[in-house]
């Protein structure tokens, strides 16, 4: 194991033990963070580590990438179908919003209805979180962190997070070096809100750009560097509590 391996791991079982927790609870997306949160997790607490697969009319392969990751790293996982949940909360929300006057209930709502998905979720690995005694682990890496990519108190609402000081690429690294399967690997990233739904193709850059313009190692084109500052001064509420009065 790597020195940043290990010195994770070490972190997490230290998270645990001074919350007087068992383990560690992960959602599974399907995706390479969440693989490898849950990677990190084996070696931070062997044995006390289980994975939730939460589809809410996602995409199979997700599901099937989730189940994969469980498959290599040897954790008991539990699934549940947010689908009928989420149709219900979707139905009485747009019937509620409909009882008000017509300015005021106007607007998009594919982003708000997007976000319920991950909430939902949030809710979910709560439950199993507390049922059995564990925390929660994030699967937000800097580069997300950096720009609000992610959703306030739905994937944002973790109780520690492993991966949030390392770079898309970073975690790249650490996935190759854990051994989650290449096909996690391979894909383009997507927080699956939406069909067709990419992480880069709704940020409007590549995660290559927002590390060159994080850490300086490359040139980025202007309108490019100041997309990422807007989304960076947009955010700045998501990682910060709730502002109180002086």
């Known amino acids: ?4 391996a290990r010195e994770i791991a070490d972190w997490m079982q230290a998270q645990v033990a001074s919350a007087g927790a068992r383990g560690v609870v992960v959602g599974l997306s399907g995706g390479i963070d969440s693989a490898v949160v849950l990677g990190l997790a084996v070696r ?6 289980v994975g939730v697969m939460m589809p809410c009319h996602s995409d199979p392969q997700d599901e099937a990438h989730g189940r994969l990751t469980v498959d290599h790293f ?9 689908g009928p949940t989420y149709d219900r909360m979707v139905e009485d929300l747009r019937s509620a919003l409909a009882t008000l006057p017509a300015a005021a209930a106007g607007g998009d709502q594919r982003l708000p209805l997007a976000n319920v998905k991950p909430r939902l979720r949030m809710t979910s690995l709560y439950f199993v979180a507390n049922s059995l005694n564990c925390l929660v682990a994030g699967t937000g890496n800097r580069s997300e962190i950096a720009i609000g990519y992610f959703t306030k108190y739905g ?4 109780d520690i997070l492993p991966i949030a000081r390392l770079l898309k690429s970073e975690v790249r690294e650490l996935a190759r070096e854990l051994g989650v399967p290449a096909p996690i690997i391979d894909k383009p ?4 809100l939406w069909s067709g739904q990419t992480d880069e193709g709704e940020m409007g850059l590549t995660y290559e750009q927002l590390e060159h313009h994080l850490t300086g190692s490359g040139p980025v084109p202007p309108e490019v560097a100041r997309q990422i500052e807007r989304l960076a001064r947009a955010s700045v509420h998501k990682r910060a509590l709730p502002p109180i009065p002086e």
Not at 1 to 4: D, V
Not at 155 to 158: E, I, Y
């Open 1 to 4: 194991m790597s020195t940043r």
């Open 44 to 49: 931070a607490t062997p044995g006390q580590v």
């Open 74 to 82: 040897g954790v008991p996982a539990v699934r549940l179908d947010l």
């Open 155 to 158: 994937d944002g609402g973790a």
């Open 189 to 192: 990233p997507s927080a699956g």
